[in-house]
C-alpha cells in the first residue's frame, strides 16, 4: 500500500529564512510526487510535480528514493506562503493509478 | 478557464438524514473524483470515474455512500443515511485524463457537511 508521511503539522518561520517541509513516503514500486498547496480561502491546487523538476514560486523538491523522500525547500520564505501544504503520491494500487495525500502541514511565515 | 463547480458550499444535516452533493467539472476533462477530507486530514480518495465508469471505488463505504455520473459529465456523491463521522469537506475534483502523467487535478471548493 502507499502512504505518505508528513511529520510536522505546523511549520513557523520569519521572512527571509529558508523553510523545508518534509514528506517521506512507502510504495513499492516507481512513484509520482506532488506538492499541492491550499492559499487561505483557495481551492487545493497543484504547486509542483518531481518529473518536471521544476521551480515554482522559488519552491522546488528533490526526490530522494534512497531515503524514500520528497521534501520541500525554499531558500527565502514570504509572507504570502502561508498555506497548507500537501505532499502526494501517485501509485498503482488495485489495479488503477491513485493520487494519495499526506495530512498536510500549515506553514506560516511571520514578518 | 472555468473552475470546477461544487454545490452547496455548506450543509447542515441531523444523523440518519440523506445528504446529496453536485459536482461539475472543467469541461473536457474525463476523470472526475470525490475525496474526502475530515478535519485535521489529507484528503482520502472515496471515489474516481473515468467518463461515466468507476475506475476506483475501494475507500467508498458502500453501504451509506453512493455516486454517479450518468452522463460522463457532472456527478453527484449520496450519502444514506449519515452519521457523525461523515462531517467533512467533500472535494470534487477533476484532470484531463486518468492515469500516470495526468495527476494535475483541479479542485472545487468543496462542501462542507456538518452532522449533528
Known amino acids: 500500500a502507499q502512504r505518505v508521511t508528513q511529520p510536522e503539522k505546523l511549520l513557523s518561520v520569519f521572512k527571509g529564512a529558508p523553510v523545508e517541509l518534509k514528506c517521506n513516503y512507502s510504495?513499492?514500486?516507481?512513484?509520482?510526487l506532488f506538492w499541492y498547496v491550499q492559499y487561505s480561502r483557495q481551492r487545493l491546487q497543484l504547486l509542483l510535480r518531481h518529473i518536471s523538476r521544476e521551480s515554482i514560486k522559488g519552491f522546488t523538491a528533490d526526490l530522494n528514493k534512497g531515503e524514500t523522500s520528497f521534501h520541500l525547500k525554499k531558500p527565502f520564505a514570504q509572507e504570502e506562503d502561508s498555506a497548507m501544504y500537501y505532499c502526494a503520491l501517485s501509485g498503482a494500487q488495485g489495479g488503477s493509478e491513485k493520487l494519495v495525500f499526506g495530512k498536510g502541514t500549515k506553514l506560516t511565515v511571520n514578518p | 478557464e472555468a473552475g470546477v463547480a461544487q454545490s452547496p458550499r455548506y450543509k447542515i444535516i441531523e444523523k440518519r438524514q440523506s445528504v446529496a452533493f453536485w459536482c461539475n467539472p472543467i469541461s473536457g476533462h474525463a476523470t472526475l473524483y470525490w475525496y474526502q477530507q475530515i478535519l485535521g486530514q489529507g484528503p482520502k480518495l472515496l471515489i474516481q470515474?473515468?467518463?461515466?465508469?468507476?475506475v476506483d471505488d475501494s475507500q467508498l463505504p458502500k453501504d451509506r455512500f453512493s455516486a454517479e455520473r450518468l452522463k460522463g459529465v457532472d456527478s453527484t456523491l449520496k450519502i444514506q443515511p449519515a452519521k457523525l463521522e461523515d462531517s467533512a469537506v467533500y472535494l470534487c475534483a477533476s484532470s484531463l485524463r486518468w492515469g500516470r502523467g495526468n495527476e494535475k487535478l483541479f479542485f472545487g471548493s468543496g462542501t462542507q457537511l456538518s452532522v449533528l
Open positions: 510504495y513499492s514500486g516507481s512513484p509520482e
Open positions: 470515474f473515468q467518463n461515466n465508469g468507476v
